[in-house]
């Protein structure tokens, strides 16, 4: 009996210094880091097109990544296409048109000394060029506008991203501005953070920052302080922290380098911003 009651006690010995040892390591990792808890900010674009028209392509489904610059949709161009010929028609007519303005008035310019022309016919000889002029930059305008329309019949990712919702399908007809996909931006992503008002004093817009996630332990995406609202206010119920609801705190914005994709819109996440590094700048300054 003795000698169980010795292993037992040893058993629970061990334990304890187990469970002591472990909560040790885990105090002393955060030692000069303030350690905040926030999420992955959910930022989204909705793509559509600066024209209207009939859809024609929509290559991607829900949930397939995008890169910058990709082509996500086009819509009918044959109608822009035609355009752009009909305004670069009318630009040749209005050159052809200035032209014999020009020709006329120089050459009303000429007899004008001889009074072979009165000043009226002058005058008007100025007048009508001066309006070819006018026209003709009118035309180049036109056309112009014609081939951004043309343009604007393909809608581009303007960022690396997911493709959230597919909101339209090929053979709908679309307004201006319509959105046709919602895109996910995946980098780089914004945390939505908090501090109390005691800890205000030792953070600083561009202070750097590790950024964790329970899916990925202990890898650590780098990142900076964007952004520290001059407002406080209440602690949101979706933010996990060890102090009251009521506390009063200020909103952080935090820019991660997001280059494996690993952060999604929404996430909860450990921030940990080293303070000895913002010690050293104050002392600096």
Known sequence: MLKRFIIACLIFFLIVASFWAYFRYQSNK???????????????????????????????????????????????????????????????????????????????????????????????????????????????ASHGVALKNLYDTEVYAPSDGTILTRVREPGSVVREGDSVYTLSILSPVWIRAFVSEQDLGRIYPGMPAEVFTDSRKGFAYKGKIGFISPVAEFTPKTVETTQLRTDLVYRLRIYVDNPDWGLLQGMPVTVKLPLDQHMTKVQRE
Request: proline fraction near 2%; aromatic fraction near 6%.
């Open 30 to 140: 955060n030692i000069g880091f303030l350690v905040l808890y926030g999420n992955v900010d959910v930022r989204q674009v909705d793509i559509g097109f600066r024209v209207s028209g009939r859809v024609v392509d929509m290559p991607f489904q829900e949930g397939d990544l995008v890169r910058t610059g990709q082509k996500m949709a086009t819509i009918e161009l044959q109608p822009y296409a035609d355009e752009v010929k009909q305004a670069a028609a009318t630009v040749e007519n209005a050159k052809v048109t200035l032209q014999n303005a020009e020709r006329i008035y120089k050459r009303r310019q000429e007899l004008i000394g001889d009074g072979s022309v009165s000043k009226e016919d002058l005058e008007d000889a100025m007048t009508t060029h001066q309006t070819a002029t006018a026209n003709l930059k009118q035309a180049e």
